[in-house]
């Protein structure tokens, strides 16, 4: 296990249209989540899952997003009609329940809305 | 709300330099406190987190509630410390709060 992967690492795409990213967590880690990092900014939680479970989403996620783990162990995230604003570099991190304190970070997916 | 900050967001300082990074918290509650740090090409990781009380790489970070604080000091500077560094806020151990980050230079 290397650790966190995420897919695509960059993605350019034009306004309006779908997009999918996806992100396979540390096999026994139980806990996902997703964050988003704009230039010169910190990561900002979007969501987070708990095996399958949706268990909390940002008022940043607007209906347009749309984030699903449906066997509690890949998740996938998708952006539909994408806006330039939504140009930003999509962050997965994973850990496990206890000792929730650590996230294992992946490299993160580049998304460019042209 | 909860909110972190970090004052600079660019540090410079000579090898052998102490370092200090400063990070402030606003939480009515008694949260997580965490250092991540990103070297150039690799992913976030942690460096500590205050409830370990422990040194990493020469780093250590001490929570001071009374000033809502938690800045990251090592007294020698090295050039491989050189990287951006993240303090973050959890409670109810889930989501993480990060501040806007201070990139941190070590010249030789």
């Known amino acids: 296990d290397t650790g966190v992967s995420q897919d695509p690492r960059h993605k350019i795409t034009k306004r309006g249209q779908n997009v999918t990213f996806r992100c396979d967590p540390i096999?026994?880690?139980?806990?996902l989540y997703w964050y988003r990092q704009t230039l010169g900014q910190g990561p900002e939680f979007l969501t987070y899952?708990?095996?399958?479970?949706?268990?909390?989403k940002s008022r940043l996620l607007s209906d347009r997003f749309s984030a699903e783990r449906p066997k509690g162990s890949f998740s996938t995230l998708e952006i539909q009609r994408t806006e330039q604003g939504d140009s930003a570099m999509y962050l997965c991190?994973?850990?496990?329940?206890?000792?929730?304190?650590?996230?294992?970070f992946g490299p993160g997916t580049r998304l460019t809305v042209t | 709300a909860q909110r972190v900050t970090q004052p600079e967001k660019l540090l410079s300082v000579f090898k052998g330099a102490p370092v200090e990074l400063k990070c402030n918290y606003s939480?009515?509650?008694?949260?997580?406190l965490f250092w991540y740090v990103q070297y150039s090409r690799q992913r976030l990781q942690l460096l500590l987190r205050h409830i370990s009380r422990e040194s990493i790489k020469g780093f250590t970070a001490d929570l001071n509630k009374g000033e809502t604080s938690f800045h990251l000091k090592k007294p020698f500077a090295q050039e491989e410390d050189s990287a951006m560094y993240y303090c973050a806020l959890s409670y109810n151990t889930d989501k993480l709060i990060f501040g806007t980050g201070t990139r941190l230079q070590v010249f030789p």
């Open positions: 991190a994973s850990s496990t329940t206890t000792g929730a304190y650590e996230q294992y």
């Open positions: 096999s026994e880690h139980n806990r």
């Open positions: 939480y009515s509650g008694s949260p997580e």
């Open positions: 899952f708990q095996n399958e479970a949706q268990l909390e």
